[in-house]
């Protein structure tokens, strides 16, 4: 059972535009939203992450959207960039602020490409 | 630099063949974890452990064994290997308590044929 849905698969975008890519999750105890950036022949690293007390965060080009009524986070990358080419994961978990990171449940991956 | 350091980078086996992924981290984290990632599923939890008497099933544990060795090394078995687990796999630590941070390694491409 898929438990986080992330669009699209893949995405392509030009230098200097907004890469937006979305998840949406069914479980509505899950607490912990984290981002994780794959880059080819490496493993996942963790990118950004949001607890659902707030709506949005913030670092740097990188910015997760909240919407709890609607059960959707997203990933906005502002001002992409090549070096941003890469896959990327959503995830969700469960557990309260001591973690729970055996619950992770990732998203199925976006591979971005932008485009110099 | 502290890593997560998985060996062999490539395997390939033949089915039926019982094989090993060996996972070595010098974080001094406690808790481990081997992923699977497949094409359009993203990453699934196989078995994870908490420290060097705890060892748990993930989602996806059938057709897998685990071991912890020690604090430092944490490994995964394939007992008889079948195609459906060609994939690419990763071994994982995280610190715990209020740090919820994956920390990967590079990960072991396994052909099973």
């Known amino acids: 059972q898929q438990q986080v849905k992330q669009s699209p698969q893949s995405l392509i975008v030009q230098k200097g535009g907004i890469s937006i890519i979305n998840c949406a999750y069914e479980n509505t105890a899950f607490d912990y939203f984290p981002w994780y950036q794959q880059f080819p022949g490496k493993g996942p690293a963790l990118l950004i992450a949001?607890?659902?007390?707030?709506s949005e965060k913030k670092e740097g080009r990188f910015t997760i959207s909240f919407n709890k009524s609607a059960k959707q986070f997203s990933l906005h990358i502002m001002d992409s960039q090549p070096g941003d080419s890469a896959t990327y994961f959503c995830?969700?978990?469960?557990?309260?602020?001591?973690?729970?990171?055996?619950?992770?449940?990732f998203g199925t991956g976006t591979l971005l490409a932008v485009q110099p | 630099d502290a890593d997560v350091t998985q060996t062999p980078r490539n395997r390939i086996t033949k089915t039926g063949k019982r094989i090993m992924l060996e996972c070595s981290q010098t974080k001094g984290h406690d808790r481990m974890y081997w992923y699977r990632q497949d094409p359009g599923l993203g990453l699934r939890l196989i078995y994870y452990s908490f420290d060097v008497k705890d060892i748990n099933k993930g989602e996806i544990s059938d057709g897998y064994s685990v071991s912890r060795q020690a604090q430092a090394k944490f490994s995964l078995s394939l007992e008889s290997a079948i195609p459906n687990q060609t994939a690419l796999y990763f071994c994982?630590?995280?610190?715990?308590?209020?740090?919820?941070?994956?920390?990967f390694g590079s990960g072991t491409q396994l052909s099973v044929l």
């Open positions: 949001i607890r659902p007390d707030v």
């Open positions: 995830a969700a978990s469960k557990g309260g602020y001591g973690g729970a990171t055996n619950k992770l449940i």
């Open positions: 994982a630590t995280s610190l715990g308590g209020k740090e919820e941070k994956l920390f």
